[in-house]
């Protein structure tokens, strides 16, 4: 219904209304009445935006029982027609109601729905970030596991070469038994070469058959590379301090100048002169005083083997 509808409909009950309040001698019926108040509440109501049709309805009917009571005033006609305009009235209420929880559920469902989108979008993007992370976090484990597998490839590839260099020392050194003192100390393995076959009397200068035996002695320590040596340099008690200790020194250089031109690292080996200082037997007799000039090779345990 246009506005200029509407308001042409509501001048003309207006001019209703006045005049029936003109028929002062005749009061309006209860209906009458009844179906005033039902369309006042129908028009004031959400009605009157929801279905202004069904309002404009009952507004025609209470217009036409108004007219009738005009015309008759005690005719059962207004009675019949007033009741008719309040039906209209309470269907149009009715049907606002219906259609405001109508309209109350749309816009639940649609907000429901924005909800909804919202929430499945939110659970789809953690969804991929949670693929992204677990897709990162698998290739960080395969990565580490193929550094466990490299780790131990090599590390059973140093335990192979380490048990070959141990059992290559190990045959060595069962070798250089045939020519030399071996033994287990505290401070490693000791390898004891008698000074009267390494040298001459008084002399710092190797025999030839000394070389042969260190050489032996150079191939048994290449074997155990890593390891520090400490070549010292023996003598009997026989002759001044200084010079014992001087020619102990000058035997334990010439023996570790060997060594090093026989192969092993100059940084490995060290010569030191004990002199008389250490005696492993009586200087008194000649037996004793032979086997106190001797050189002594130690090697050191490995301080990096476990």
């Given at each position: 219904?246009?506005?200029?509808?509407?308001?042409?409909?509501?001048?003309?009950?207006?001019?209703?209304?006045?005049?029936?309040?003109?028929?002062?001698?005749?009061?309006?019926?209860?209906?009458?009445?009844?179906?005033r108040q039902s369309y006042d509440r129908a028009?004031?109501?959400?009605?009157?935006?929801?279905?202004?049709?069904?309002?404009?309805?009952?507004?025609?009917?209470?217009?036409?029982?108004?007219?009738?009571?005009?015309?008759?005033?005690?005719?059962?006609?207004?009675?019949?027609?007033?009741?008719?305009?309040?039906?209209?009235?309470?269907?149009?209420?009715?049907?606002?109601?219906l259609a405001a929880d109508y309209r109350d559920?749309?816009?639940?469902?649609?907000?429901?729905?924005?909800?909804?989108?919202?929430?499945?979008?939110?659970?789809?993007?953690?969804?991929?970030?949670?693929?992204?992370?677990?897709?990162?976090?698998?290739?960080?484990?395969?990565?580490?596991?193929?550094?466990?597998?490299?780790?131990?490839?090599?590390?059973?590839?140093?335990?192979?070469?380490?048990?070959?260099?141990?059992?290559?020392?190990?045959?060595?050194?069962?070798?250089?038994?045939?020519?030399?003192?071996?033994?287990?100390?505290?401070?490693?393995?000791?390898?004891?070469?008698?000074?009267?076959?390494?040298?001459?009397?008084?002399?710092?200068?190797?025999?030839?058959?000394?070389?042969?035996?260190?050489?032996?002695?150079?191939?048994?320590?290449?074997?155990?590379?890593?390891?520090?040596?400490?070549?010292?340099?023996?003598?009997?008690?026989?002759?001044?301090?200084?010079?014992?200790?001087?020619?102990?020194?000058?035997?334990?250089?010439?023996?570790?100048?060997?060594?090093?031109?026989?192969?092993?690292?100059?940084?490995?080996?060290?010569?030191?002169?004990?002199?008389?200082?250490?005696?492993?037997?009586?200087?008194?007799?000649?037996?004793?005083?032979?086997?106190?000039?001797?050189?002594?090779?130690?090697?050191?345990?490995?301080?990096?083997?476990?």
């Amino acid at each position: 219904m246009s506005p200029r509808n509407y308001a042409t409909m509501l001048g003309c009950c207006s001019a209703i209304a006045l005049a029936v309040a003109g028929c002062a001698s005749t009061p309006a019926p209860r209906e009458l009445l009844d179906a005033r108040q039902s369309y006042d509440r129908a028009h004031d109501g959400p009605a009157r935006e929801l279905v202004p049709a069904q309002v404009l309805a009952a507004e025609q009917a209470l217009a036409r029982a108004e007219q009738a009571f005009i015309d008759q005033p005690d005719a059962q006609r207004t009675r019949d027609l007033a009741y008719i305009a309040q039906r209209r009235a309470e269907i149009a209420e009715a049907q606002a109601a219906l259609a405001a929880d109508y309209r109350d559920k749309a816009r639940a469902q649609q907000d429901l729905g924005r909800m909804q989108a919202a929430s499945q979008a939110r659970a789809q993007s953690e969804l991929s970030q949670t693929r992204k992370e677990v897709a990162s976090q698998q290739q960080e484990i395969a990565s580490q596991r193929q550094m466990l597998v490299n780790q131990e490839q090599q590390l059973t590839a140093e335990q192979r070469a380490r048990r070959d260099a141990e059992r290559r020392a190990s045959a060595a050194i069962a070798s250089l038994e045939k020519i030399a003192l071996v033994k287990e100390e505290a401070r490693g393995l000791v390898i004891t070469l008698n000074g009267s076959v390494l040298f001459a009397t008084g002399e710092s200068t190797l025999l030839p058959i000394a070389k042969d035996r260190l050489h032996e002695v150079a191939l048994a320590l290449i074997d155990n590379s890593g390891s520090k040596i400490v070549v010292e340099g023996h003598t009997d008690a026989i002759g001044s301090q200084s010079r014992n200790e001087e020619l102990s020194r000058r035997r334990a250089e010439a023996v570790r100048d060997y060594l090093v031109a026989e192969g092993i690292e100059v940084h490995r080996i060290t010569a030191i002169g004990v002199g008389p200082n250490r005696p492993i037997a009586d200087n008194k007799t000649p037996e004793g005083r032979a086997n106190n000039r001797r050189v002594e090779i130690v090697v050191q345990r490995d301080s990096s083997a476990p």
